[in-house]
């Protein structure tokens, strides 16, 4: 019997040691941040409701201009990623919606359809075209950093989980980097070709200045 | 116009010289692996459709002694993840379903329920346990190589998408390996407190022999 | 001779601005940690003691129910360790000790018997088994995640150093998660395929409650 | 005197062991590549020659609708660099030269100008935008996946030497990915917010079709 | 009209939480370093200042014994670099000026000549010499961690820009290392083969003790 | 009955499918080599000796000039060790044995003695000293790429293991790096200070010309 408390001690003084690991790094968002993710959370303050996340059960309001909605769960609204190498988001597609062309530059990701129809595609370095009509339960793949867009390609609402190779993946969405900011449209014209009208034009529809 | 060709010319060459990049690595399943996964397909032969999978659209079969299934989309099911370091799977749970305690050695997981309800728990090192009923929309995380399970815990079917950290995570099942091999029955006793009868007892079930 | 002090002026200088470098980072037990360790002690405070641990000196108390002992010497006791992918442990088998099934989440594991014999085997995803009974001199590789264990294989006490490839390897003990803590006995029945009654014996020898 | 041979023949098996190490690991162009880059060619064959590189030495030939040139060393053009984690690149721009808006997938860069002056920008996920003219011996860092771009901010020719955090960086200039291949106009138009007359004048210039 | 304001209002949303990504981590020198670097400055202070450097616009000073010198941009001096993975430094050789054998601990380096001519050569682990002599617009690779050296070739000075794989190569020159610090006479001279009389002669040239 | 079967079944499918992951990628030191480490032995031909290595048992010869001896176990001797990121060596310090100064330059190393005492040092690049004589048990600690030594420090021989984070670390013996090969006397000279006659000396010792 005394060996036993003894083996129960023991167990429970290397667990005590180990549990100083960063096993579980539930990221503290007031710490400061480092080039590996977040500061962890006190682990006597972690519960189980940091590894659980219940943000991307609802639809997101796609009423809007491009009549589509992203719900992400990464590290910053989901802080039990934080370290992990992987994280989600959630794409409300209404009829004619679209999410405009836009790269992860931390991030490969696969999207899989849970309801509707998806056109998709990606563009790589060596500029050819991957484009696909996905259905529901098919998945696809776009790699790292390059261009790529949905387009809801049926006449109902269309849903799919995106899932990245990092808690933090990142969005650029071109026209919004392009015409959402205060660029100058003189930069803009010379490094896109567009003419300073148009992008004049787009600036007004998303925002930017200058 | 001459300068247009030019243009085009060095962008060609300049486009053709990173085509070689490892930026896309569709697996190549009969060359030899590496530490890093596959040897890549020749990039000439690359389609669309290595990058898109239909293999998780269908119900896995639950007609078995857990009534339960786990349906891939790992690397080797899908060589366009190789490299990518994320890859999915889909859980099919029964009513009364259970997919047994096991761990992934290599990935982390979250799992994100899409029908029905999922109660679902994992272990650490430091020996304690965190576990919850998740309702459909939320998700959940499952740190690497711990040990976690999932029940269905409703009356009807439920189904989860899991994308892990790794394009290859593995899967090691606690009971088979424990008691689905040829693991000597005296062995088995000493590494685990159990006695010899339920082991053998165990291994007539999931398949063990000595 | 003016031309040397400059030389020294001009290294120093070159020096105390790459002494900034991570090069080295013992751990600060109490400051916060990331996912990549612990933050780094301030350098002024470093001396040679940071890099030297005198904790495997020592056998383990192996008067307990498993006649045996793990000596950790991890980041979390030995933080010069911390960031540099490497950490060490002392196994010390008394006459029929054994170290039960277990994993290490994160971490490969490579051991050398420096006395005695050691039989030791694990299991891979694929469910085979690989078993051997080790010589002194001997070192034999577990890889990350999969079940091992090891037996001390002969009549005097066996002992083992072990190198892992993470500051952290983490440390589950598989009877332990399933039985040492306040799982519900009705979930570890049906996440295991065990008995209540076998559970409830065990949870009784092994500290669990529920 | 025996001793010292003794010595001799000890290292020169130790050195001959360990020069399987891939400490060097040299691409072989026509070997399949993996996910971590090229095989390595047989280090027997392995010269000085494959450590150097003078394809950077000359100026690009900038005499195009960009006037502006992008000369690689990664590793497809410098196989030395196969799995180094770094690569080189040099930019010409002449009066009035611009490299349009670009991003690299998988690499971060840093920028050296060794001549005349450049203006430089980059946009950031939260659509911060970060522009400076820089002069001789500036160097300014754009993060990976990041859109970005250089002008010529001076009356005279400018060169720069840009360094890479990857010997494969990829390179996707957004104008070539958007207007310069197959992608059909009205897929462009809806994931773009672009008029298809635009899009089409830019499918001319740019050699796009459809 | 209202339709906008709504998608303005998604994306501000949306960025402004990804905004807290380590996208960009630029140092905070003040701050605790970790195993991944700094930690980082608030994003809301960070200027494009954080992401230029000087630095290496002006020569450093060669009258020296070694008749060079070396000017770091590593993140210590050029804090944006913080977790990029990347890092610069500026050789100036005046005639006869060389940078003695040394070693990057945590880097490859590969080195581009902006001026003059250098003789340069590293040595690999398998005692192999590699050794070239460099013209203007050559660019040359040194293995992370190997012995190598940089000698003014020419008449005139020579300047050289390199690249580290690593925002905090390390730099620890043997000499220096042998004969620069209060390591005892006796132990260099056991560790070396060195007469005690030539350490004590070169301690006196470059500062050593003891 | 036939559920069981049924299970049986849907695991070795899925056992089979992963059984594909490079989860053990024993080398092939006949195939081509990678950035990541040896191409995978065929996992069917992979046995338990595969993980078992006996080549550290027997003490190295100590007969000769430094009256010590290295027996590594890195991946070229011990390819189970491929791509796992850990290796291991064997030190044998007979009375007056030394290990001169060397560096791994990929992979820390911790140093554990296993008989006699050992004085043992390393220098940073803030070119620090830290020095220690080290007793039975001790573990110590050698940073990535720097500078190190091994003495044995009492009158009978000594023994330690060391463990490497890499299974390919490396060993550049700094004596042997200059006066064991080819490089020239006069570039010797040039980047070490040493007199040319003292090279001649050295390289007569250890087996260099030129």
């Known amino acids: 019997m005394k060996m036993f408390h003894t ?9 005590s040691c180990t549990s100083h690991a960063a096993e579980i790094c539930v990221g503290d968002l007031k ?4 080039p590996s993710g977040y500061t962890c959370k006190n682990p006597a303050n972690v519960t189980v409701d940091d590894f659980v996340f219940s943000g991307l059960a609802k639809a997101g309001n796609t009423t809007n201009i491009i009549s589509a909605a992203v719900t992400p769960a990464f590290s910053a609204q989901f802080p039990g990623l934080n370290g992990l190498g992987i994280s989600l988001a959630r794409l409300d597609l209404a009829p004619g ?9 931390a991030a490969n990701e696969v999207l899989l359809v849970s309801q509707g129809s998806i056109c998709a595609g990606f563009i790589t370095s060596a500029n050819t075209v991957y484009l696909k009509t996905l259905k529901k ?9 390059l261009l790529h867009f949905q387009i809801n390609a049926g006449g109902s609402i269309a849903i799919a989980s ?10 650029q969405i071109t026209d919004f980097a392009f015409f959402g900011n205060d660029l100058p449209t003189e930069v803009i014209a010379k490094t896109t070709f567009l003419d300073p009208a148009i992008i004049k034009k787009l600036k007004g529809v998303l925002g930017g200045t200058n």
């Open 162 to 171: 995106v899932s990245f190779s990092s808690p933090n993946p990142g969005l």
């Open 31 to 34: 710490g400061p941040e480092t």
């Open 97 to 105: 919606g679209v999410i405009p062309f836009h790269t992860h530059p």
């Open 7 to 15: 083996t129960l001690f023991l167990f429970a003084l290397l667990f």
């Open 137 to 145: 339960g098919d998945i696809m793949i776009f790699p790292q950093g």
